[in-house]
């Protein structure tokens, strides 16, 4: 393992010192078609290895359920692999596992995506599979009781008993006071407690559709072999109608929101969010990569601004931190986060002053170019080094193809982030980071943390 840590290392050092055109794109053969009751279907040729990566990705997720109805997609994921009319609860992931394959699913705020990870020759068991449980799942009741107690105890375990975790969900129903994406995937723990099995039945029967899915597979296969497995197993299943579904459109400029969030934390911590558009609801797609490389710039590694300034120079931070998703469905958020240095005497009120700093830095004074360089080639490296796996070049693709964008985007992406310009980075920062857009979070030590922590330092 350390080895191969090494080797990357290296890899990424050798990555660095290249230039730009270095890292062209080489575009893969893709095919795209679509079955008569409307299922997309993406094949994208990779025959370095007899293996395929196939994946079933839905629109819909968490940020599609409304009030009352939360944590719906997520259930439904756990409940796909509870039976259908060909297979009985589990026997799915048994097939699979004696196949040698892997399978998981995921759930987001805009997709459920269902994957399967197989020899090439065993591509039509992973097909069948999902064909039979989109057209003909079966939601046993007893089956739901036991699993939704398993929900339950797994929001309790990654949210309520996580002080980070909880506080970023509390943090995310002020930053998206507009859109779903304020409802955590998971669901809240009383619509947990309140949701039926005939729910679930009901979200399946809305969203679950071939006319609201794409299928993707990447690996070792060619168009037309796909295409007949598609057609056998997919073609007869119908269409359906599907409830509506809007782009989430956050409130641009609200006004500046502060809130103090306690948790049983040891240590205080700053969290500033600001609405910005993501790449689907943007019009100028310039800005939208100029937000990413503002992230690289401000916590791309070690000779970043935010930790060489912050956290070396001036001692003000023990962790800071800058992310920026661009591949929402709707609005996004930047956001910064960071520790106060607590032995140096430093306040939440200092790292706020510090940040804004950094940002208004940006405002005044566009980065220069060999700067901006270094940056873009770093972020460029890291897309090109992940995109040598088969699995993330198949998850690009759909999730590109869930948020309404198109596949097209993977292959176009590095020259567009090739065509910012430090004027780009300086009028993005000018006109998203303003405090009108603006969510922020003090996260403090509930009082009996606090004193429990200082009882302990002084014992």
């Not at 168009?223 to 579904?245: S, Y």
């Not at 176009?412 to 780009?424: I, M, R, S």
């Not at 009108?436 to 009996?448: F, G, H, I, M, N």
């Amino acid at each position: 393992m350390k080895a191969s840590l090494r080797h990357a290392s290296r890899l990424l050092l050798v990555a660095l010192c290249l230039p730009l055109g270095a890292f062209a794109a080489v575009s893969q053969p893709t095919h795209e078609f679509r079955l008569d009751n409307g299922l997309k279907v993406i094949v994208r040729e990779d025959h370095r290895a007899p293996v395929v990566v196939s994946q079933l990705w839905y629109r819909v997720g968490s940020s599609y359920e409304r009030p009352g109805f939360t944590g719906l997609s997520h259930a439904l994921e756990h409940m796909m692999f509870k039976g259908s009319a060909k297979l009985g609860p589990g026997e799915s992931s048994r097939i699979l596992r004696e196949l040698g394959a892997e399978e998981n699913a995921f759930t987001s705020d805009d997709y459920t995506a269902y994957y399967q990870v197989l020899a090439r020759d065993r591509l039509e068991v992973a097909l069948e599979m999902e064909s039979d449980r989109l057209a003909s799942l079966r939601l046993p009741a007893d089956e739901f009781t036991r699993e939704i107690e398993v929900i339950k105890e797994e929001r309790r375990l990654r949210t309520e008993d996580n002080p980070s975790a909880l506080a970023w969900e509390r943090f995310k129903t002020a930053a998206y006071p507009a859109t779903g994406y304020r409802t955590p995937t998971i669901g809240w723990m009383a619509d947990l407690e309140r949701m039926t099995v005939e729910d679930l039945r009901a979200w399946h029967e809305d969203w679950y559709s071939p006319n609201n899915a794409i299928l993707v597979v990447v690996g070792d296969v060619g168009v037309d072999e796909v295409r007949t497995l598609a057609e056998r197993h997919f073609a007869a299943i119908p269409a359906r109608p599907l409830p509506a579904a809007r782009v989430p459109l956050e409130v641009p400029a609200l006004g500046e929101r502060r809130l103090t969030l306690e948790v049983k934390t040891q240590l205080p911590s700053l969290l500033m969010g600001f609405n910005v558009p993501g790449l689907a609801s943007s019009d100028n797609p310039r800005e939208i990569h100029a937000l990413r490389l503002i992230a690289e710039l401000l916590d791309g590694g070690y000779s970043a601004r935010l930790p060489t300034r912050l956290e070396r120079e001036e001692e003000l931070v023990t962790g800071v931190s800058a992310s920026y998703d661009p591949f929402n469905r709707g609005d996004s958020l930047f956001v910064l986060s960071a520790r106060p240095n607590l032995q140096r005497g430093k306040t939440l009120e200092q790292v706020e002053a510090g940040l804004w700093r950094e940002l208004e830095r940006l405002k005044n004074e566009a980065p220069s170019t060999d700067e901006l360089a270094r940056v873009r080639a770093q972020l460029i490296a890291g897309l090109v080094y992940e995109r040598d796996s088969i699995a993330s070049q198949a998850t690009s693709i759909g999730m590109l193809e869930t948020v309404g964008l198109s596949w097209q985007l993977l292959d176009q992406e590095l020259d567009a982030l090739k065509a910012v310009t430090p004027a780009d980075i300086q009028a993005a920062a000018r006109r998203l980071f303003q405090r009108e857009r603006l969510t922020l979070a003090q996260v403090l030590p509930l009082p009996s943390t606090q004193a429990s922590a200082e009882e302990s330092r002084d014992e």
